[in-house]
């Protein structure tokens, strides 16, 4: 789950015609589709969803969880991945929000509670508080450090500049990387756990 990053329909927002996480220069690219590979290696029967929930960080006051999520929290998955903050507004209401960040999770795990949720925070920097927020629930990690590098975004390589301000391939695969070693602690924890 997650905002433009995670994935974008084409025409979503701004000039994009791709189907996948902007700006990846191709599907096979975005981080949603290279971790689906590193699942789908350590079990073949793996089968991952995206979800664009950007709607929930714009209009965090009206969105509504069975609209937009019922059928995703329906499947009952094992894990669901977070990644949002991009598009949190400035001087958003740091108590609302909190708020409502607790009962998407509470929403998310109804009939399912025992299903495991990893945040990732923002790739921008300046999105502290939305992950100050994040981290108090789940398993955190905060991207920022990631787009502290200009070499990461994909700058030149489309003609929108706010295509351009996402991560371009080279970012999406540390993005990957660095979730990866996340999910794959997580693993580790979890497997000690049940021994």
């Keep these: 789950m997650g905002n433009s990053l995670t994935f974008a329909p084409p ?16 599907q096979d690219s975005d981080y949603v589709h290279i971790l689906t590979r590193k699942f ?7 089968v991952t969803a995206v979800q664009n929930t950007s709607e929930f960080e714009i209009h965090t006051s009206v969105y509504d969880f069975d609209t937009e999520l019922k059928s995703y ?3 009952k998955p094992d894990l669901i991945i ?4 991009e598009e ?10 909190n708020q409502r960040y ?4 509470a929403y998310l795990r109804t009939g ?16 502290s508080a939305v992950d100050s927020i994040m981290r108090h629930y789940t398993p955190f990690i905060s991207l920022s450090n990631l787009g502290r590098d200009r070499s990461n975004y994909a700058w030149g ?3 929108d500049s706010t295509v351009q301000a996402h991560p371009g391939n080279k970012g999406m695969k540390a993005i990957s990387t660095m979730m990866w070693r996340g999910i794959d602690s997580l693993r580790q924890t979890l497997d000690a756990r049940d021994k």
């Design 11 to 26: 025409g979503h927002t701004h000039v994009w015609d791709g189907y996948w996480g902007m700006a990846a220069t191709v």
């Design 40 to 46: 789908v290696a350590l079990n073949p029967g793996c």
């Design 73 to 75: 929290r329906d499947n």
């Design 82 to 85: 977070i990644q949002m903050g």
């Design 88 to 97: 949190v507004a400035a001087g958003f209401d740091r108590a609302y929000f």
């Design 102 to 105: 607790a009962e998407l999770l």
């Design 112 to 127: 399912n509670p025992k299903v495991e949720i990893f945040a990732f925070g923002s790739f921008w920097t300046g999105r």
């Design 157 to 159: 390589t489309f003609p």
